[in-house]
T-cell receptor, first 112, second 117 residues
């Protein structure tokens, strides 16, 4: 069956360090992979999208990699700040299917 | 600029009752999505509208769930004979899908927290 795995344990890091979050998937061939941020009591907010033929995408302090051979995406936040503390969700989308299939999310805690 | 809005923000109902949840998408967004999110889980797809028509309703769990978007803007998710297991946050999202088969950056509303007692 299709499965998207994100580390269910919270990731605790020190301010200024790089946070790396992992998204692994099986039995799925996504055309696009997206990362969203979700704060408590709020809806997810889009951060980055990467296509299956792209290896890496950057936006300010954020970087996403996409390895379709390993079936894995890594999400990096450099120079992390306490304001980056939130749950980060990866979501897959297959061509023509429109809907997003989400992972369970990883909670990131950045300590001052 | 207004984002996606959802009403009510909270809804408490009794088992067996009927509920309606409303979504106002971003103006001009042709695509509208409903998701359901349980505690500690990611959003789970329910239904997708392109314009007025339901293009994909494969995520609706059973025939107690129904959604409409009669004028291609506001959408209502309707749940009949609610059950305790329906308790969750119901999220609505909209997107401006420019290309058929292209990716959808989705803009989410704050959700409606439904509690079925």
């Amino acid at each position: 069956s299709q499965k998207i795995e994100q580390n269910s344990e919270a990731l605790n890091i020190q301010e200024g360090k790089t946070a790396t979050l992992t998204c692994n998937y099986t039995n799925y061939s996504p055309a696009y992979l997206q990362w969203y941020r979700q704060d408590p009591g709020r809806g997810p907010v889009f951060l980055l999208l990467i296509r299956e033929n792209e290896k890496e995408k950057r936006k300010e302090r954020l970087k996403v990699t996409f390895d379709t051979t390993l079936k894995q995406s890594l999400f990096h936040i450099t120079a992390s700040q306490p304001a980056d503390s939130a749950t980060y969700l990866c979501a897959l989308e297959a061509t023509g299917f429109q809907k997003l299939v989400f992972g369970t999310g990883t909670r990131l805690l950045v300590s001052p | 600029g207004a984002g996606v809005s959802q009403t009510p923000s909270n809804k408490v109902t009794e088992k067996g009752k009927y509920v309606e949840l409303r979504c106002d998408p971003i103006s001009g967004h042709t695509a509208l999505y409903w998701y359901r999110q349980s505690l500690g889980q990611g959003p789970e797809f329910l239904i997708y509208f392109q314009g007025t028509g339901a293009a994909d309703d494969s995520g609706l769990p059973n025939d107690r769930f129904f959604a409409v978007r009669p004028e291609g803007s506001v959408s209502t998710l309707k749940i009949q004979r609610t059950e305790r297991g329906d308790s969750a946050v119901y999220l609505c999202a909209s997107s401006l899908r420019l290309l058929a088969g292209g990716p959808s950056e989705q803009f989410f509303g704050p959700g409606t927290r439904l509690t079925v007692l």
